[in-house]
């Protein structure tokens, strides 16, 4: 079945007693128990709500796993999972991971010894001469924020197989609808659904899906302990949100393609990252993996003057953090989702002053590119 298809029945659970064809919101942290010796599905919401379970299963159907679990930000969900890992464990991280994983890692999770190497996951030599005898699992996010590096899922399965170790996937930039890490062999896909999944800048969420019973029942036994789970009136926005993923997908990618495309054009810009260009040199291994190249893009307009010109004079994405959503919105990130790395750390990591992000919303292309046509023409 289509996706899109998919995702409208697995979000209309009807209300067996009214017909309602939206799924309730129940919210109840207690259930009553009709039998004092046997109780029923539902106890108390930490461990299981009627409406956070359509959530989850909706979320894990769509990424083609049996088990899915909803949490109240995506790095809740992040760490939560990683909570699943113990002293003495090791992690090989992706470089470019999600400045808030990066800081769970660096100064949570280390304090719990559980320890990291930072690897670039598209040298895979660097990936195998990283592992140690205490290494559990790598932990990959592809494309990466904000330069769109693309990491090849396959090999970087294929190595951890052949050394027995888990992989963990963060597919917040693709989303379900574009690319489906379980079907390339990863074990934990992990989502911050405050960005595609829910499509509206009107939540926060996270989510972590597996087809891994064994491992359904750590990431389970986690998140009644530790409690991090999505409300039930923000799971029903989720479910709301969720029904036009694929349509939403499906515009903003088609419009970041154009845009890229244009931006190439433009001598005002001198780079442009989107591995959906085939002058990209992730194109390859993008299309390997994923249905195309995604809603988000970066660009340099060559200085951070530049980019503050560009930034004031466009009209219609929003200049904020943040992606996913329906409208567009262009960041900074050497002064937003990137601030606490030194200059050095983001030169490092491809990000020049003059970089800007771009998520690509459902507004008409044509119209975004006028835009940015009228606020490049700014920059002198
Ligand atoms: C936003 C984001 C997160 C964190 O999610 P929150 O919902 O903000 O907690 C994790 N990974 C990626 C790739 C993100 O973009």
Known sequence: MNDQTKIIKLTTVKDKESGAINTPIQLSS????????????F????SGNPT?????????????????????????????VLETFSQGDHLIVSKFVYGGT???????????????????????DQVTAAIQPNTKAIYIETPSNPVLAVTDIRA??????????????????????????????????????????????????????????ALADKIYFIQNAVGATLGVSDTWLLLRGIKTLGVRMAQSSSSALTIASWLE????VTR??????????DYEIQLSQAKNGGAVLS????SENNARILAEAVQIPEFSVSLGGVESILSYPPKMSHAELSPAEQADCGITPGLLRFSVGIEDPADLIADLEQALAQIK
């Open 30 to 41: 207690t259930f009553q128990q009709d039998d004092f010796d046997h109780f029923g599905e």
């Open 43 to 46: 106890d108390y919401s930490r």
């Open 52 to 80: 956070r379970k359509v959530g989850e299963n909706a979320v894990a159907q769509l990424e083609n796993g049996q088990y899915g679990f909803l949490y109240s930000t995506g790095m809740a969900a992040i760490s939560s």
């Open 102 to 124: 990066f800081r769970v890692f660096t100064e949570v999770l280390n304090r719990f010894g559980i320890e990291h190497t930072f690897v670039d996951l598209r040298d895979l």
């Open 156 to 213: 970087i399965v294929e190595i951890a197989k052949a050394h027995d170790l888990l992989t963990i996937a963060d597919n917040t930039f693709m989303s379900p609808y574009l690319q489906k890490p379980l079907d390339l062999g990863v074990d934990i896909v992990v989502h911050s659904a405050t960005k595609f999944l829910s499509g509206h800048s009107d939540i926060l969420a996270g989510a972590a899906i597996t087809n891994d019973p």
């Open 265 to 268: 054009q433009q001598p005002a």
């Open 272 to 281: 442009v990252c989107y591995p959906g260009l085939k002058s990209s040199p």
């Open 299 to 302: 660009f340099d307009v060559g």
